[in-house]
Nanobody
């Protein structure tokens, strides 16, 4: 069965960095777009970034451009999100999600991880 397991969250001071990981299993990881989606306290889901299966194309929401970098290691079936220059407004539960799309992102997800909490506070 498909499993997505995130890790790497934690408490960090403003300006700090974290690297999130998402270990995937149960499907051909390299075939699918994968996304990071977050949910801040009391708010809805917010798409952050995605990456094509072959790692050739990436997309970011404007407010993380230049600060966050998505990457993947298909040999390890793992998705990453390197987050630098973190701000208090980045505080959220971060999910990785499997897009149903292969050639382009559809922003429709059939599997989600359990999430990893990121808290940015001094």
């Amino acid at each position: 069965q498909v499993q997505l397991v995130e890790s790497g969250g934690g408490l960090v001071q403003p300006g700090g960095s974290l690297r999130l990981s998402c270990a995937a299993s149960g499907f051909t990881f390299s075939s699918y777009y994968m996304s990071w989606v977050r949910q801040a306290p009391g708010k809805g889901l917010e798409w952050v970034s995605d990456m094509a299966g072959d790692g050739g194309r990436t997309n970011y929401v404007d407010f993380v451009k230049g600060r966050f970098t998505i990457s993947r290691d298909n040999a390890k079936s793992t998705l990453y999100l390197q987050m630098n220059s973190l701000k208090p407004e980045d505080t959220a539960l971060y999910y990785c999600a499997k897009d149903i799309g292969t050639s382009w992102p559809t922003y429709e997800y059939d599997y989600w991880g359990q999430g990893t909490q990121v808290t940015v506070s001094s």
